[in-house]
Nanobody
Framework: QVRLVESGGGLVQAGDSLRLSCRAS????????MGWYRQTPEEERELVAG???????VYADSVKDRFTLSRDASKNTLTLQMDNLRTEDSAVYYCYADFFGPYGLHYEIWGQGTQVTVSS
């Protein structure tokens, strides 16, 4: 099994930066994709940034010039550097992983989430 633990959320002011980290444990060699998603109480969960194993990162248009995604395979961590934060970035941020199971089937797992609040 795979387990994801997020950290790095907090309360900041507009223009500040935060660095979110997601540490994966368990059968991490089976992971084919990892990403960060965010959700507010009123809206559906949405992609912030994600990266397939061996591929390039993709970003939501609203964060493309401000956030940077990186993956450290040796430490089994996924990091989201968030710069120039805006109030509309406020949300619960969730780490996500997609991994292989028997017969090549895919399974997914989510972290518990970490709160990011940006004040004006």
């Amino acid at each position: 099994q795979v387990r994801l633990v997020e950290s790095g959320g907090g309360l900041v002011q507009a223009g500040d930066s935060l660095r979110l980290s997601c540490r994966a444990s368990g059968e991490t060699s089976r992971i084919s994709y990892m990403g960060w998603y965010r959700q507010t109480p009123e809206e559906e969960r949405e992609l912030v940034a994600g990266v397939p194993t061996g591929g390039s990162a993709v970003y939501a248009d609203s964060v493309k010039d401000r956030f940077t995604l990186s993956r450290d395979a040796s430490k089994n961590t996924l990091t989201l550097q968030m710069d120039n934060l805006r109030t509309e970035d406020s949300a619960v941020y969730y780490c996500y992983a997609d991994f292989f199971g028997p017969y090549g089937l895919h399974y997914e797992i989510w972290g518990q989430g970490t709160q990011v609040t940006v004040s004006s």
